[in-house]
DNA sequence: CCGGTTACAATGCACTCGCATGGTAAAACG
DNA sequence: CGTTTTACCATGCGAGTGCATTGTAACCGG
């Protein structure tokens, strides 16, 4: 073999500069031509590492992922409950460049997941799997609140968090084309915090 | 002139194959070719009622956006604030095959008006004006609510509705993907609602 | 030192795309 | 009646697409 290279870093490297594209013109501006360029490789280095088109999407997705994920499991310590869920929120939201950029790229591969072609049901199932994982965790910092006597126990954990989550989801687009300014949003997130932290 | 045609009926009839094209196969299933095919036309007809395919795209969204009014204007007339936000709020989710369809193409108008070209700010702006008339119309019915005694005045109806509508907007997804089934989605709704009008 | 495998790069191919062009038929209008 | 305008239809063009093919250089194991 010539050339020790990595190949999950190439491969991460060409996945954000999918990202990057389909920022800045969506999913439709996503050709191999481009991302090669974009990514400033050669187009035959692409297919090098991705065999289809699909395959490449699918892992761009991933990438972004974990990505997500890792920005929100580094985010500030917390210790209460409801702080958790505040920033654990505000990480999904489209508040600065960098959380706008994923937000973006996130509604991008969402609608795909939604038509009936192969890939689509790969994508479908990749945001399927993660949503259960996030809603236990907002149930369960829910409970934790609940017996700590900050949340009405007569509430359903797992309802509150679905709703919670929902709602978050629900402000991502409209955020996006600038109905609600960050502020804004915050103040929603916050309003409905209060809403649910109320005093037995 | 010739054959005296009906202008508007032609483009309505062509907005609906654009539907069933991005129902279908997405929003990069929509080829001028494939629309003539699937409205039953021929090319140069669709190209004679639309310069442009963006053109095209932006009446199939406002032609989206009508046919779901119209379905919730003629919604079964509700006599109490609570029935008013709960049927507008289940119209909007895909709970049967008509309204999966909608909320599937809406979707993908969605993805497409968050990209920056100057088609997505168009569409961008057709969704951000008719925001303010829902929101709106929650926020009286809430109100009302209120009014009666059936939900606490301390509560703010624009917070509220925004949350609600947030929260419904939330839940397309996930239940689009399947991970609710429609009766779970309208348990959802029902307990969001429960809380909110609670006793004074 | 040498076959073999890996890591690219360059090119070509069949196809599709949006759109422009040119033509034809029909009806209103003078 | 003839002219003009409308309503198409068929075709073609240049650009761009994903992918297959082929070539080449580098490195390792024997």
Redesign the pocket.
């Known amino acids: 073999?010539?050339?020790?290279?990595d190949?999950e870093a190439?491969r991460r490297h060409i996945a954000e500069a999918v990202h990057r594209l389909i920022d800045a013109k969506g999913m439709d501006g996503?050709?191999?031509?481009?991302v090669a360029s974009e990514a400033g490789?050669?187009?035959?280095?692409v297919?090098?590492y991705f065999?289809?088109?699909?395959e490449m999407l699918l892992l761009a997705l991933q990438h972004l992922n974990t990505r997500i994920s890792i920005r929100v499991a580094a985010a500030p310590d917390q210790d209460s409950p409801r702080a958790l869920l505040r920033t654990g929120i505000l990480e999904l939201l489209p508040l600065d460049d960098n959380r706008r950029f994923e937000a973006r790229v996130g509604t991008a591969f969402l609608a795909r997941s939604v038509v009936l072609d192969p890939l689509a049901s790969l994508l479908a199932g990749l945001l399927r799997t993660g949503l259960p994982y996030v809603l236990a965790f907002y149930a369960d910092q829910i409970r934790a609140a609940q017996t700590a006597g900050q949340i009405p126990a007569r509430l359903d954990p797992l309802q509150e968090a679905t709703i919670l989550f929902a709602f978050a989801q629900g402000m991502v687009n409209p955020a996006l084309i600038g109905h609600y300014a960050p502020d804004e949003v915050v103040a929603a997130v916050d309003y409905h915090l209060d809403r649910l932290f109320a005093p037995v």
Chains 1, 2 share one sequence.
């Open positions: 073999m010539p050339k020790i290279v190949h190439r996503v050709s191999l031509r481009e490789v050669s187009m035959g280095m297919q090098h065999a289809t088109k699909d």
